[in-house]
């Protein structure tokens, strides 16, 4: 910190030439009328002020006159707006990120102030302190990005919008703010840009920095434990197994009672007793014959800095068999189906009508992809669309490399599978080419890809390329283990056997009817307009809240979904001290960051104390004078 002071308007100074004018008036002298007296010894007070007004007679020193000049000078100074230098770069144009993520409202036990609180008033020291050339704009970082301010000089509304923020119970995107910042520096130099966070974010972040970033890291909050996973899938009795995962901080142990409410009365209680960074999974079962709401609850033992994720919420559909369609010409299929239970299997012999929606489609022909359904399966063809990417040849060829962690593919090995039809890449084509329209390589082959999957907003599809009945592939271990792959997809697809309970910060998709407008009511009261698409799927909608979110519109009287926190990073209140950017670290700083301290209005209130001194010295009663 520089103490010097500054000034910001050096033009201010031109003010003090009315000195000038204030001190050629007690050098003036004053037109007296001439009197005979009989004796001067009671008139020295005239004949000194006849000699002080006199311009070639020394100045006597006056009162009223080092008053004026003192409340002239201070005036003029606070009209240059000094301020104390505080060493740092001073940044012209300021952009300051907010985390307003879910683990910004952990609390400290002492202070029991959330850490968002602690961002709002250091960034309100910052905006008390900004000087006349500065501007600030203001940005929330959440899930997304959210711009508060334009670049602005007006105190008043950065508080105002500084006051508005909340924190949101979801995780925190920085990636998203930051090019949102790269965005605002086309419109004005930004040189720097000022963080304030907990830290609770991924360490690596890519991103190439434009600009300086002073990364200002809050005091951390204290102990957590919260409810991170809950799921839940039917056993082999055709009941439900409820699935929990407590999690617990590092700061110390946390007893806690968990109890699990099934369609708002409880049916289970646990209590446990968690060590520092320790969890534990939680198993409760339940008997559901229809549609039924789960409630689990975590009420901790000891201290607890987030209350967002004490509670987690689950809805467990309707039971039903799954509706699968097989082109009757792909038997290796329908015979590794035939065992599979609560599934019903089309076309049946002798059928003439099929249902108008199916769960799961596997064909040999392209026509059969239109059919309704959650996951559809070609078989043995190229789709139209890639037709001049791709050409099948009959040639012996081999698989090359598979995605492993692909839900298709998980536990196959394909190693040694032979097939007598090769993909071929047409000429100039390549991967890039399949990226573009939405697809992705599952399976490569010698001189292209093998099996294909597209995501869809309202199903998934996945492509052989080749006929799997003119390779090795059904004769392999790996081809019922993939066939079981698909249809427990299926079932999450479908949410029949195994469902997962709904995070923020979006709403699962749910179907209604077509390009109809729906109205959301939020946790907090508030309410939100959102369409559904042609198909008739409402998707999309902001979820920040933890909590039950109710839907209304055509065919949609009073539903509700409701939304946890559950994630792992946010209940661990963890600290990064140190971001990685495209190899350019980025240290923490947990000092509140220096600004230069403006002095106008410390000047301007002297001024005003020395102009009430002079009105209350030389207009109090004299003394000596009687009432």
Not at 59 to 79: G, Y
Not at 339 to 352: R, T
Request: aromatic share 8%; net charge negative; with cysteine.
């Amino acid at each position: 910190m520089n103490f010097w002071p500054g000034f910001y308007s050096l033009q201010g100074a031109w003010f003090l030439l009315l000195l000038i004018p204030l001190i050629v008036f007690y050098f003036l002298k004053l037109k007296r009328p001439h009197q005979r007296v009989p004796s001067l010894a009671l008139w020295n007070q005239v004949i000194n002020d006849r000699r002080v007004n006199s311009p070639f007679q020394k100045f006597k020193r006056s009162i009223l006159l080092l008053l004026q000049i003192l409340l002239l000078l201070f005036l003029v100074l606070a009209l240059m707006q000094p301020y104390i230098q505080s060493g740092a770069e001073r940044a012209e144009y300021l952009p300051i990120l907010i985390d307003c993520s879910a683990s910004m409202a952990a609390t400290d036990p002492q202070t029991k102030k959330t850490r968002l609180e602690l961002a709002k008033e250091r960034v309100g020291e910052l905006i008390d302190n900004m000087l006349p050339d500065q501007r600030i704009s203001l940005v929330a970082v959440g899930s997304t990005a959210r711009r508060l301010t334009d670049f602005t000089d007006n105190q008043r509304v950065l508080k105002k919008s500084l006051a508005t923020l909340e924190v949101d119970d979801v995780p925190s995107q920085l990636e998203d703010a930051l090019r949102m910042t790269q965005a605002l520096s086309r419109t004005a130099p930004i040189k720097s840009v000022l963080f304030y966070s907990d830290g609770n974010f991924p360490k690596e972040i890519d991103f190439e920095l434009p600009f300086e970033l002073n990364y200002q890291l809050l005091p951390p909050a204290g102990a957590n434990l919260g409810i991170t996973s809950m799921n839940a899938r039917v056993n082999q009795a055709g009941n439900w197994d409820v699935f929990l995962r407590i999690e617990n901080s590092k700061q110390g142990d946390s007893p806690a009672v968990v109890e699990l409410f099934q369609d708002g009365q409880s049916v289970a209680q646990e209590d446990i007793l968690l060590g520092p960074g320790d969890s534990q999974r939680l198993e409760f079962a339940v008997n559901a014959e229809g549609t039924s709401r789960l409630k689990a609850v975590l009420t901790p033992g000891a201290t607890d800095s987030l209350s967002a994720d004490n509670e987690a919420f689950l809805t467990l559909p309707q039971s039903r068999d799954l509706l699968v369609y097989v082109d009757p010409e792909l038997s290796s299929y329908r015979y590794a189906l035939d065992d599979s239970k609560d599934l019903l299997l089309y076309p049946l012999p002798d059928q003439d009508s099929l249902p108008p929606e199916f769960d799961l489609v596997i064909s040999g022909a392209e026509k059969d992809m239109d059919r309704e359904s959650l996951v559809k399966l070609g078989v043995g063809f190229v789709p139209e669309e890639l037709q001049k990417y791709i050409k099948l040849e009959p040639e012996l060829t081999n698989i090359v490399d598979w995605n492993r962690s692909s839900t298709l593919l998980r536990h196959v090995e394909l190693s040694d599978v032979q097939i007598t039809q090769q993909p071929v890449w047409t000429k100039n084509s390549g991967v890039e080419n399949l990226e573009e329209l939405g697809y992705e390589v599952l399976i490569h082959g010698k001189l292209g890809p093998l099996l294909l999957q597209k995501r869809n907003s309202a199903d998934q599809e996945y492509y052989f390329l080749f006929n799997t009945d003119r390779s090795t592939l059904p004769y392999r271990v790996g081809f019922p283990i993939m066939v079981s792959n698909l249809v427990q997809l299926t079932l999450q697809e479908a949410g029949i056997a195994e469902t997962q309970a709904a995070a923020t910060p979006i709403l699962p998709a749910i179907e209604f009817q077509p390009e109809q407008e729906y109205q959301i009511t939020t946790p907090e009261g508030k309410r939100l307009t959102a369409e559904s698409d042609v198909n008739g799927v409402l998707s999309g909608v902001a979820a920040l809240h933890v909590g039950t979110y109710q839907i209304n519109g055509a065919g949609a009287k009073d539903s509700e979904i409701s939304v946890s926190l559950l994630n792992p990073l946010e209940t661990s209140l963890v600290s990064v001290e140190e971001m990685q950017f495209s190899e350019v670290p980025v240290s923490a700083s947990q000092s509140q960051i220096d600004s230069d301290k403006p002095l106008w209005s410390e000047f301007a209130l002297i001024a005003f104390f020395l102009l009430l001194l002079e009105w209350w010295y030389f207009q109090r009663k004299p003394s000596g004078i009687p009432t």
